[in-house]
């Protein structure tokens, strides 16, 4: 496990909780984190070194930012093991192929790997056993990538607790950004048009919408960049949105803006009620 946050240390915890025969092994670049993280025993060893972290492993996990993916690949590239499985849990996903294709050996196979899953919290000591609990993994293969990798990396998330999807890094790039990558950008700059003093009257509806706000900064700086031309279309479609709200409230329109606030109040409640019956929100 490269990246021992959030991510990286619930997945050696939870691979510890349903396959304890697997050796984990976590490395992070901070001696901080390395040092909570063997306090916390997150993993079965928790090594100093990047690349004896990948050193004979079959599954290699990059659980850091998304910009780190290609120079982690290229310093891990000449240590890694005829057959073993390299992948990540980056938000976005074509860009993480293309490096992958250009530094990591043929006889090694990437697939990508985004679990639904975490919070706006960061660090190991957030790491729980449970976080992918009836979460959706989405797993990203092009034409190229090996097929064998593919059904164990969907056993292997699926026996972590995930629902797993197969799609292509184009497509999970294109939904991602308007249902994840989207929302981030709305919360913050919802956040940021504020005065501070009036945020203290902010109520739970404000906190629940800009919730997602206080995601990591740079984590979210690196998914916005590896993945902006779908944000910026995003960007655009919201933008229209609201113009239509607008026009109708400038116009005094209270039949119109009833119908906008009662389409998104319709799909908003089906959506709830699919995620309550798979226990996503419990």
């Not at 700059?189 to 206080?214: E, H, I, N």
């Not at 709200?245 to 209270?254: F, L, T």
Request: charged fraction near 25%.
């Amino acid at each position: 496990m490269i990246g021992l946050g959030l991510l990286g240390g619930s997945i050696t915890r939870s691979i510890s909780q349903v396959m304890p025969s697997i050796k984990t092994v976590g490395f992070s670049h901070r001696p901080s984190t390395r040092r909570r993280a063997r306090r916390l025993a997150v993993a079965d060893l928790v090594v100093d070194d990047l690349t004896e972290s990948a050193v004979d492993a079959d599954l290699i996990i990059l659980a850091t930012p998304i910009y780190t993916f290609e120079e982690i690949f290229c310093k891990i590239a000449g240590c890694l093991k005829a057959g073993a499985i390299v992948t990540d849990v980056g938000s976005t996903k074509v860009l993480p192929h293309k490096w992958a294709t250009k530094t990591i050996p043929k006889n090694v196979y990437y697939v990508g790997s985004h679990p639904i899953a975490g919070s706006e919290h960061r660090g190991v000591e957030f790491a729980r056993d449970d976080l992918f609990q009836n979460s959706y993994c989405i797993l990203t293969r092009t034409r190229d990538t090996n097929a064998r990798a593919v059904r164990i990396l969907k056993e292997f998330w699926t026996r972590l607790g995930c629902v797993v999807k197969v799609m292509s890094p184009v497509i999970h790039d294109k939904i991602l950004a308007e249902i994840s990558h989207l929302p981030h950008v709305t919360a913050a700059a919802l956040v940021s048009l504020q005065k501070s003093k009036q945020l203290r009257l902010a109520g739970k509806g404000f906190a629940d919408t800009s919730r997602v706000a206080s995601g990591p900064a740079n984590i979210w700086t690196d998914i916005l960049l590896t993945n902006r031309k779908n944000v910026a279309a995003g960007i655009d479609k919201i933008i229209a949105e609201l113009k239509l709200i607008q026009k109708a409230i400038k116009k005094g329109d209270k039949d119109g803006l009833e119908i906008m606030l009662e389409r998104a109040k319709k799909k908003r409640d089906a959506m709830i009620e699919y995620k309550m019956k798979r226990r996503e929100l419990i």
